[in-house]
């Protein structure tokens, strides 16, 4: 496997690289290229000198400056203009090129330009730009160089020193504590500081730490709780087999009675834990239909009374109007059957249950309320999660598996639905959820 190059020496090496390159271009242009610069600057000076003249000539030979701005530019530029000679246009029976009276004088640049007045003259400017030996100056230069690339070079090693650890030292603590979580130390927290990047890297990975330990204590629950349950069963399944292996002419109704309640208790729990992870894992998809909600509630009412009946339990049902909507009628019917069954295991000694529809602004809302020990106000925004024990031991239930209340919440935002409790201590609970609804003509 190849190994890979940390990242402060990455850092460090590609800001000394450029420090070099910034250093080397230096030393090109103020030592190889600097005659050669010198002089093309120089050239570029005797041009613009030779346009300025161009636009004062313009003007008649009495309104001209032209004396002034030849004094200016040859202090300002260092640039010599002189008159080469004056003549009438044309000049008659002579002619004389320029460069044949003023030679290219060694150290300078050379210019010569006739230029034409408005009253006929025509006068000759030779322009000489001086240029000054640069050895000298391309020795000084090299010379400072030399001690400003060492202290650059200095200056930038510490500098590339400094940045590649405050670079590189956040993401190696992040590391270090990521590496930390990745052993189930969910408690470790990032404080990433510096860069914004690393900043909101390190929010992420808290947030994700926060989860990770809910989920674990979540998951500890889940199994304490579902090994609560299991055992109950298990415990009472087997003691009253051993007790009609030891005793097969004393078998009663009541004991093959309670290991089918105990054996449906178990089909129960295992049907609901794996209805609960395949609508987490939405593996389940919504067959829609419309049908009739009411008659669907009042069929569930009817069959959990009719079981709960000689156990004392009164289950009523109120509503004004059929209500129909267009939803998986299964799953529907599973959610109310939950809160319904919910509301059997912690209705108290009164054993009074009342559902309600109501019908309102295209929605239905069915409420089952009971009449039991309520939920603090602190536990209430918990109590959809699985098996949430409100700082109370696990209690075995009634009927049911405990994982109701979470499957409900899975169902209804499925549905994109709401739903919610109210609740107060020693009041009872109610608890609803609402879908829309359709018209059926």
Known sequence: ????????????????????????????????????????????ELKQAIAQVEREI???IEDSELEEVLERIEEEKDITVRLTREFMFPPFGYTMNPSDIVMQIPGYITEVREFELEDGYVISLTFHAAIVPVNATVSTLRTQLFFVTIVMIILSVALAVIIAKRVSKPIEDINRNALTLATGDYDVRFDGKGFHEITELSNTLNTAAIELGRVETLRRELLANVSHDLRTPLTLIYSYAEMMSDFPDEITENQVSVIMDETRRLTSLVNDILDLSKQEDALEELNKSSFNLTDSILRITKRIQVLLEADGYTISFNYDEDAYINADESKIGRAFYNLLINAVNYSGECKVITVTQSVYNGRVKISVSDNGEGIAGVDIPYVWDRYYKSGKAHKRAVTGTGLGLSIVRKIIELHKGNYGVESEIGKGSLFWFEVDTIDIQ
């Open 1 to 44: 496997m190849k190994k890979s190059i940390k990242l402060k020496w990455k850092v460090f090496a590609f800001l000394l690289g450029f420090c070099g390159l910034l250093l080397g271009i230096l030393w090109l242009f103020q030592t190889v290229f600097l005659n050669d610069m010198y002089k093309l600057i120089r050239s570029s």
């Open 58 to 60: 313009g003007k008649s």
